[in-house]
């Protein structure tokens, strides 16, 4: 059986795998890439609704959730939101910031997809899609069967992704690369997920399906101030999504309803109103949501007729809402998979694991997941051009 040879393989074309394979090219490794997908990089296909959402101008390692916190330091300060904004603008590609430093593609996220399959290609990277990967064995090199063959490559590198998102593709297979060769993992999760809630309790909340409103959502010390959705069977919106990522099963979340408001003090003033206190709430909530709250966190009765007593428990609760979900709708709406090849087995610096000279691990498939806004593809670009500098 014939066997091809090549310096350096990657296995799954997705942001991080190209951006490894491109980066490995130009140094003049002979570099193969390969996907089980006929479809490239489809996760930069669908971001951002299609607009693709591509990094974050406030990247810094806060915004990264790990066991080990400052694995992210090194490669992100090697491989910036600006290397990958001069990129685009060689290929003059136009671009624009939406809010909290978000960038999002003029064009579309196909453009994106096109330039670093362009600059691959530049660089004299091979392709082999779609290509199924079956049995890895390691001697002096790494030998990989696939369904085109074996491949045989000095340095081997898993950008295979999560679990999350799996109707375009999304596997297993590297976090089984890591098992294979005793590399420990971190617990798995779904990341950036709407939250669920016990149906019987959220019945009267789900008839406001649709409804939106700018929050804060806190689950321990943290907080997240950004829109939040209403979902026939929980909440969503960024501000859900970016907590998600945090929260513990069985604890609750606190949610501030009206953010810029001191509702204590409106009430005060408010107090000799007779108007309903679900009209006078439709001034700062959304109106379906300020009916609900009138009618079931109180008695929807003129301002005047409550007692100070159920005004200081309502305008706590609204600045201090306390609910606990009962799960996420998992991997099939995550955006992201929270842990993975746990990084202290790893070079911060290079990507390689520490106890297999030769193997790297790039992207998703690892225990660091970005908040929501651009911050994992960043993540993907600067864990990409680091193991792409030494595979």
């Known amino acids: 059986m014939s066997v091809q040879h ?69 490669a992100l300060a090697r491989f910036t939101p600006q290397h990958f904004i001069a990129m685009l603008e060689a290929h003059g590609i136009g671009y624009h910031e939406k809010t909290l430093g ?30 199924e990967v079956g049995e890895i064995r390691r001697g002096s090199a790494f030998t990989v069967n696939t369904a085109r063959g074996l491949i045989e490559s000095g340095s081997l590198v898993i950008a295979t992704g999560g679990l999350s998102i799996p109707k375009i593709g999304a596997t297993p297979f590297g976090y089984k690369v890591a098992e294979q060769f005793g590399i420990p993992m971190t617990k798995l999760k779904p990341g950036l997920v709407p939250l669920t809630f016990h149906p019987e309790e959220w019945a009267v909340y789900a008839e406001l399906s649709g409804a939106s409103l700018d929050a804060v959502v806190s689950f321990g010390k943290l907080s997240f101030r950004e829109n939040l959705l209403f979902t026939h069977r929980g909440l969503s919106g960024p501000a859900i999504l970016q907590i998600s990522s945090y929260w513990e099963p069985g604890k609750p979340l606190s949610i501030d309803l009206l953010p810029d408001l001191d509702m204590h003090e409106i009430f005060a003033q408010q107090r000799g109103s007779k108007m309903l206190l679900g009209n006078f709430l439709a001034q700062y909530l959304p109106k379906r949501l300020a009916d609900i709250v009138a009618t079931k966190w109180a008695m929807n009765t003129s301002l005047n007729q409550c007692s100070d007593k159920e005004l200081r428990v309502l305008a706590d609760r609204l600045k201090d809402w306390q609910i606990t979900p009962t799960g996420t709708l998992g991997y099939s709406k995550a955006e992201v998979t929270c842990g993975g090849v746990d990084t202290r087995a790893l070079s911060s610096k290079t990507m390689e694991c520490n106890d297999v000279p030769g193997l790297f691990f790039v992207g998703e498939v690892m225990d660091v997941t970005g908040q929501l806004g651009g911050y994992n593809f960043q993540w993907a670009w600067a864990s990409g051009y680091a193991a792409g500098q030494v595979a």
């Open 6 to 74: 090549t310096d350096v393989l990657v296995i799954g074309a997705g942001a991080a795998g190209m951006m490894c394979a491109l980066t490995a090219a130009r140094r003049g490794r002979s570099v193969l890439l390969l996907d089980h997908s006929s479809k490239l990089a489809e996760k930069i296909r669908i971001s951002g609704g299609g607009r693709c959402n591509f990094t974050n101008l406030n990247t810094k390692p806060d915004n990264y959730l790990s066991q080990n916190p400052h694995f992210c330091r090194s």
């Open 102 to 131: 978000q960038l999002f593609c003029d064009d579309g996220s196909e453009a994106i997809i096109a330039m670093l399959k362009s600059e691959c290609d530049a660089a004299g990277v091979r392709w082999s899609m779609p290509c």
